[in-house]
Each structure stands twice: as C-alpha cells, then as structure tokens.
C-alpha cells in the first residue's frame, strides 16, 4: 500500500507564497502520475496540477502562471510551489498518485490566504 504524506500548509497573505510536498512511500514511484487537487468549503474537489512519470504537466487555469508542480524521484516526493496567492485558493490540499488500477490520496493540507 502507498502512504503519501503532505506538509507546507499554513495560513498566508494574499500575493505571499506556499510550497507544498507530498512525500510518497514505497517503490516505483516514478513511474507513476501524480498530482494536487484542493477542496474549499461547500466546494466540489477540483484538480490544481498533475505530473507524469515523463515530466508532462498541467494546471487548472486558474492556478497557470502562479502555480508549479514539480517532482523529485530521488526522494520520492512531489512538489506545488504556490506564488501570487489569492483568497480564493483557500482550500485543503490533496496530493494523489494514480497507480493506474488504483489512486492513493494523502490526508489534506489546509492552505489559507488571507489579509
């Protein structure tokens, strides 16, 4: 079984930034996609940013320009470099890895921005 463990949560204010880590355990981990969704308050889930075992990515568009997810296959963690955060990114922080028959999902980091 895969246990990913997120951290850099925090509250901060608006244009100030976050970087998030999800260390991942277990082996294989390169090969696999991984990636962030976030959930606000009376809000669906909704995916910020994923990677692929080939360095492909992508991002909501309302995170592109400010966002960076990025991944370290040495240390089996994948990173969410967060810049020019606004209030409304305000949300928990999932990170996941899609095995392909299976996605595994950490327990959430809370990210606040406000002033």
């Known amino acids: 079984q895969v246990q990913l463990v997120e951290s850099g949560g925090g509250l901060v204010q608006p244009g100030g930034s976050l970087r998030l880590s999800c260390a991942a355990s277990g082996s294989s981990f390169s090969i696999y996609s991984m990636g962030w969704h976030r959930q606000a308050p009376g809000k669906q889930r909704e995916l910020v940013a994923r990677i692929t075992s080939g360095g492909n990515t992508n991002y909501a568009d309302s995170v592109k320009d400010r966002f960076t997810i990025s991944r370290d296959n040495a240390k089996n963690t994948v990173y969410l470099q967060m810049n020019s955060l606004k209030p409304e990114d305000t949300a928990v922080y999932y990170c996941?890895?899609?095995?392909?028959?299976?996605?595994?999902w950490g327990q959430g980091t809370q990210v606040t921005v406000s002033a």
């Open positions: 996941w890895l899609d095995s392909g028959w299976y996605t595994y």
